[in-house]
């Protein structure tokens, strides 16, 4: 019996261990100041994403185009959270329950941040905050990069996945699409205020002549 119950509390050891290294390794810390300060703190979202894509092409602005549409996407992506997902969302605000800390709670983790970067390479990140508040206790970040292409005849730019990745360790595309198949693609799509987003090529094209 003390060989059994010596076995039993190794092998929950391993485990324990286990879990721990295995969230160690993609552990990343995402808190409110990492995200764009002056968008989070404006009220209309909406319209600022309009001017910001209105702005896309205006020549004479200082700005290059990358910067625009780094500007443009986390209005965008604001806008989608307060209309479609979670109009309490306040993360820079003094409200300190969950609905207006968390974009989406689940009984399996919660989505707290979710803001756009540019790279030096002139790719646009996206990067998504995960928490799993119960144990195993989880606390990480979702990178998506995107490539970008601009098209001035329509005045238009496209978004398309060069990779994904979890804190710093690269998601294969066959992982990647093996999660997507469990999601409601269509739900994600109909969330987003701006542009068209395709989940089977993982694209995201937004032209100002689609824009009322």
Same mark, same amino acid.
């Given at each position: 019996m003390?060989? &059994?119950?010596f076995?039993? &509390? @190794?092998?929950?050891?391993?485990l324990? %261990?286990?879990?721990?290294?295995?969230? =160690?390794?993609?552990?990343?810390?995402?808190?409110k100041?990492?995200?764009?300060?002056?968008?989070? +703190?404006?009220?209309t979202p909406f319209? +600022?994403?309009? =001017? @910001?894509?209105?702005?896309?092409?205006?020549?004479?602005s200082?700005?290059?185009n990358?910067? #625009?549409?780094?500007?443009?996407?986390?209005?965008?992506?604001?806008? =989608? %959270? #307060?209309?479609?997902?979670?109009?309490?969302?306040?993360? &820079?605000?003094?409200?300190?329950?969950?609905?207006c800390?968390? /974009?989406?709670?689940t009984?399996h983790?919660?989505? *707290?941040?979710?803001?756009?970067?540019?790279?030096? *390479?002139? +790719? $646009?990140v996206?990067? /998504?905050?995960?928490?799993?508040l119960?144990?195993?206790?989880v606390?990480? @970040?979702?990178? &998506?990069v995107?490539?970008?292409? $601009?098209?001035?005849?329509d005045?238009?730019?496209?978004l398309?996945?060069?990779?994904?990745k /979890?804190?710093? #360790?690269? /998601?294969?595309?066959t %992982?990647?699409?093996? %999660?997507? =198949?469990?999601?409601? #693609?269509? @739900? $994600?799509e109909?969330?987003i205020?701006?542009?068209?987003?395709?989940?089977?090529?993982?694209?995201?094209?937004?032209?100002?002549?689609?824009?009322?």
């Amino acid at each position: 019996m003390k060989k &059994l119950l010596f076995f039993i &509390l @190794a092998l929950l050891a391993f485990l324990v %261990i286990g879990v721990q290294v295995i969230t =160690s390794a993609i552990n990343e810390t995402i808190t409110k100041e990492d995200l764009p300060q002056a968008v989070y +703190q404006d009220n209309t979202p909406f319209d +600022q994403a309009h =001017s @910001a894509l209105q702005d896309f092409f205006d020549v004479n602005s200082e700005e290059d185009n990358y910067s #625009k549409i780094e500007t443009f996407m986390n209005y965008m992506i604001y806008d =989608s %959270i #307060k209309e479609n997902l979670n109009e309490d969302y306040n993360p &820079l605000g003094e409200c300190e329950t969950d609905v207006c800390r968390f /974009i989406i709670v689940t009984d399996h983790a919660t989505i *707290d941040y979710a803001f756009a970067t540019l790279n030096d *390479d002139d +790719q $646009i990140v996206l990067t /998504i905050s995960v928490k799993r508040l119960s144990y195993p206790t989880v606390e990480t @970040a979702v990178h &998506l990069v995107f490539d970008v292409t $601009i098209n001035e005849l329509d005045a238009s730019f496209t978004l398309t996945l060069n990779h994904a990745k /979890i804190a710093d #360790k690269v /998601i294969s595309m066959t %992982i990647l699409d093996t %999660i997507m =198949s469990y999601v409601d #693609k269509q @739900a $994600i799509e109909d969330s987003i205020t701006y542009g068209e987003l395709d989940l089977d090529e993982y694209t995201l094209t937004v032209s100002l002549l689609d824009i009322n």
